[in-house]
């Protein structure tokens, strides 16, 4: 994956109406409160008191593909599901480094921390998760590097599981820590979601490494960064928590 590279120098406002004649008519329904300032400091989190954030603003939403948004934000208000012959074989396996550095987790082991605004904080491990209701879905998965693949997960839909740890379904935000270094964070509401599910099965069977051994959020919503693997740490919170790509200029909502 590359890292985003920043717009030239220009006058804010100039550039905020540049970027409005690019969107596309969906995006602009989406955006509808307006590409103003005070809009994109919303989305994007920056202040837009200088030219050097506003144009980190607009490298931030310009990372944003048209044709991607176009499809996550469908009318309806659920991702799209599809059949066993749809599946990608052999689904794609991606990450910030090679196949050879899949973090190699020891499920004996393994036990899942919780963190925050919870009214239980006990880890949990693996034979535990297994044992809760799970259920199957078909969904695509959409990589910003430009490609996407259809696969399916089974798992534990996250709001049973928040109800099980007794999340505090006010709380902002909630944060991943991986056993690759990696992290990203989502809204209440997408966790919220009926289609996210803690993935612990793809095709099947147990989530092989290279998916995201034990486990891995799959939000069918979102972008492919947005979906955490190898996930060892959730925290519920307040305080805005960012992400692997997301601190290098990704989108922070990257979906739905
Ligand atoms: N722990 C971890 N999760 C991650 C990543 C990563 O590098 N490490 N990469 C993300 C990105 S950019 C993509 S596209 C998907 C790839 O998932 P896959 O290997 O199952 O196709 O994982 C996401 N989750
Ligand atoms: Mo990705």
Redesign the pocket.
Known sequence: ?KKPTFLSSRDAEYLVKDAEKSVNARRRHFLKQGLTLGGIMLLTGCDLSDNASVETALSRMSRFNDRVQGFLFSDRHLAPEYTESDITRP???????DRDQI?QVDGRDYQLAIRGLVRDTRSWSLPELYRMQQVNQITR?????G?S?I?RWGGIPFRHFLQAIGADTRAKYIS?R???????SIDMATALHPQTLLALT?DNQILPP???YPM?LRIPTK?????????QVIEITNRFPGG??EDQGYNWFGGS
């Open positions: 994956m689904f794609p396996f991606n990450a910030f480094y973090p998965h959409i990589c910003v590097e490609w693949a696969g991943f991986c056993a690759d270094d990696y992290y990203t793809w290279e998916y995201g891995k972008l492919g960064y947005k979906n955490p693997k190898h996930i692997y790509w």
